[in-house]
Antibody, heavy 120, light 110 residues
Framework: QLQLQESGPRLVKPSETLSLTCTVSGGSISSSSYYWGWIRQPPGKGLEWIGSIYYSGSTYYNPSLKSRVTISVDTSKNQFSLKLSSVTVADTAVFYC????????????WGQGTLVTVSS | QSALTQPASVSGSPGQSITISCTGTSSDVGNYNLVSWYQQHPGKAPKLMIYEGSKRPSGVSNRFSGSKSGNTASLTVSGLQAEDEADYYCCSYAGSSTLRFGGGTKLTVL
């Protein structure tokens, strides 16, 4: 059974860079059928797609976050990572990592999510 | 990149049917038959309920169905049960390998 687990600091200071890693178990991140990505959800609000990465390293980002987001992949560790720079309190959210079928563009597996708080 | 438009809330009594709409544009919902729907209970990760507009993953009740007309996709839940009370989100492919979510709809079972 595929499992995704987010890890990283739960508290980040304003203006700093938020960094999270997603470890994939029960399946290979190097499959040609999937993208791997991040979605966030501010407390009490809706879901926002952040971006995705293919195992080869090709990336796709939400245009509204593109200038601050970097997603990378480490196939040797079966992990992918998120960096969000210049964070503000508005970036406080539960961050989910997820698997996305390339065809038909569907997120089918989610991690449990991790709350990251931006505060001084 | 604006979110897809969903009603903030819908409600229905047990056994009844409800429909949640998801309105986008010709750049997303209207241009692709690639809308998925997710159910999210409090404190939990979203769960895939419908993909490709109307297909159900294995294990999802056939009380859940999806459709699309023009720029609007819809999720119908028939035979409402208490366990259906949750937040529901639509998500559409928006071209160039990007996705766009709706703002979410809170379903209350009266």
């Amino acid at each position: 059974q595929l499992q995704l687990q987010e890890s990283g600091p739960r508290l980040v200071k304003p203006s700093e860079t938020l960094s999270l890693t997603c470890t994939v178990s029960g399946g290979s991140i190097s499959s040609s059928s999937y993208y791997w990505g991040w979605i966030r959800q501010p407390p009490g609000k809706g879901l926002e797609w952040i971006g995705s990465i293919y195992y080869s390293g090709s990336t796709y980002y939400n245009p509204s976050l593109k200038s601050r987001v970097t997603i990378s992949v480490d196939t040797s560790k079966n992990q992918f990572s998120l960096k969000l720079s210049s964070v503000t309190v508005a970036d406080t959210a539960v961050f989910y990592c997820a698997r996305r079928l390339i065809v038909p563009a569907t997120i089918d597996y989610w991690g449990q999510g991790t709350l990251v708080t931006v505060s001084s | 990149q604006s979110a897809l438009t969903q009603p903030a809330s819908v409600s229905g009594s047990p056994g009844q049917s409800i429909t949640i709409s998801c309105t986008g544009t010709s750049s997303d919902v209207g241009n692709y038959n690639l809308v998925s729907w997710y159910q999210q209970h409090p404190g939990k990760a979203p769960k895939l309920m419908i993909y490709e507009g109307s297909k159900r993953p294995s294990g999802v009740s056939n009380r859940f169905s999806g459709s699309k007309s023009g720029n609007t996709a819809s999720l119908t839940v028939s035979g409402l049960q208490a366990e259906d009370e949750a937040d529901y989100y639509c998500c559409s492919y928006a071209g160039s390998s990007t996705l766009r979510f709706g703002g979410g709809t809170k379903l209350t079972v009266l």
